[in-house]
């Protein structure tokens, strides 16, 4: 496979961006609760953004990611106020990077880069500049452009025409499940980062790969 692809991809949120570390900032707006809220936000903005793809309700990630944060607070027993909600949702933008990110990202030589996500731009491109790895990045590739999320075929060939590549030139890597079960069925080659040592999805699709981290992608940039 190595030999053969030529644009390597990367999902941002759970894969380079830790979105848990979000907890410190909440557990100070709301003291003993930032994991509950964290993990409760973090779930419903997936469920979200998978429930407006079907309604054909779409709304920018952003929105999506403010609504799950309400609906965890208000979960959790506490108090929605526009200061707090703005403070956390501003945290998006200062994720903190995965400790290998960065190690691995150096490594890169004449390979093409690219991040994919369902995140919309004005959370993205913040977040990248903010962690100073923009410039790592060939493409920056938002669903929002085209008001897709991700796990869709449309999504993913909305990716592929960025690229300028063949799906089996293309490696992708996600630590979700579901990111990585959508891009193997639509071919790309892809390497689930599976951070949280959980099962593969029983879907019958399984990924190309399995690492714990980003780490072995070096042997790949550097070949």
């Given amino acids: 496979m190595q030999s ?3 644009a390597f991809v990367f999902d941002v949120y759970g894969t380079l961006f830790d979105v848990h570390s979000i907890q410190q900032v909440a557990n ?22 998978f429930l407006r ?49 960065i190690d691995v990202l150096t490594t890169k030589g004449d390979q093409k880069l690219a991040v994919f996500s369902n995140g919309s731009r004005d959370m993205l491109e913040p977040l ?21 999320y ?30 990585i079960t959508g891009a193997k069925s639509f071919g790309f080659h892809t390497a689930w980062i599976n951070r949280g040592q959980l099962p593969v999805e029983v879907l019958q699709l399984h990924p190309d790969n399995e690492w714990e981290s980003l780490v072995p992608l070096k042997e790949m940039l550097t070949a």
């Fill in 128 to 148: 990248l500049d903010n962690a100073k790895v923009n410039s790592f990045f060939d493409h920056i590739i938002s669903v929002d452009d085209i008001k897709n």
């Fill in 4 to 6: 053969t692809i030529k």
């Fill in 28 to 49: 100070e707006i709301f003291p003993g609760k930032g994991t509950e809220i964290s993990q409760t936000w973090r779930q419903k903005q997936i469920e979200y953004s």
């Fill in 53 to 101: 793809q079907l309604m054909g309700q779409y709304k920018s990630f952003k929105q999506v990611t403010k609504d799950a944060l309400v609906y965890s607070l208000t979960l959790h027993d506490q108090k929605v106020d526009d200061e707090s909600v703005k403070r956390l949702i501003d945290q998006y933008l200062h994720l903190d990077l995965y400790p290998e990110v």
């Fill in 150 to 179: 991700k796990p869709t075929p449309a999504s993913y060939m909305h990716a592929l025409n960025h690229l300028g590549f063949n799906r089996e030139e293309v490696l992708f890597m996600s630590s979700n499940g579901w990111d």
